[in-house]
């Protein structure tokens, strides 16, 4: 009895220091302003990392929001995350068009009903069974609001319109960015809702221009500059129009990273990126942390960190 005593005040210890790093880390935003602001590049800005899809790890699986609250405990975060749409139309959360990959279920995503979806089950990225299962979209929008920010990846055949009335819904504007990928979406996006911040691919000055020909406003980006280095005038052209850059290390920057040394990602932000998107936001993290200190770029902690943002 003792025993199982001291285990359950073990665990209860674990899990009360678990909740309080989680609650260091949170992002807060009053307003859509507030968060603008703090997504503004200026020289003192301090350099984030992105879990894409979440920040997968053994025992945690993609876009799930366990996978997020893990996540959370070791930084602040931007969360990355992907938006599919059931057969009876309910916004949930799945990167593959299939289920066979990443849940008990086989067979197209569109097939299934979202009672159906609701009885699988998540298996992380080494194929193994967990215990979780694939949220909503209001059920991710209600879990980071006043924690952490999304980059909202809208999946093909899936209407803005209805992401960005979730959003308003959950009254979640100021912890959300939504994904486009070209200017006629980031059109479509901004007429929807001119008060949003988009995450737009920006990889040479034609791409800006064509932005700005829509009437997409600078401080209404956040610019992804694609999944290699850019060169130094990208980065200087975004940043003299005050717009923070994403740059994308999943897959050959990450392995880069592994082989060379997690160094690297600090070289990636010294060269000019301001988020790293990654597949190892542990490790990323672990550096950009080392990053901010050695450099004396702070972050406001707690609930109020947007706020202190000047």
Known sequence: MKRQLSTWLLLLACSLGAGAQQSANYLSFRNVAELQRFLSYSPSRVPLVSAHRGGPAKGF???AVETFSNSLNDQPLIVECDIALSKDSVLMMMHDNTLDRTTTGKGKVEDYTWEELKQLYLKDNEGNLTAFRIPSLDEVLNWGRGKVIYTLDVKRGVPFARVIDAVRRAKAEAGNVIITYNADQADEVHK????????????????????????????????????????????NLLHGRKIQCILGTMGNLDRQATA??????????????????????????????????????????????GRARP
């Open 61 to 63: 699986p993609e876009n």
């Open 192 to 235: 929807l809702a001119p008060d949003l911040l988009l995450s737009v691919t920006i990889r040479n000055a034609q791409e800006l221009q064509r932005l700005h020909d829509k009437g997409i406003p600078d401080e209404k980006m956040v610019a992804f500059v694609g999944v290699s280095q850019p060169d130094s005038s990208l980065y």
């Open 260 to 305: 060379r040394g997690d160094k690297m990602y600090a070289e990636y932000i010294s060269n000019g990126a301001d988020i790293l998107s990654t597949d190892r936001p542990k490790e990323a993290g672990a550096v950009l942390k080392q990053y901010r200190e050695d450099n004396k770029l702070k972050l406001p902690n707690g609930p109020s960190a």
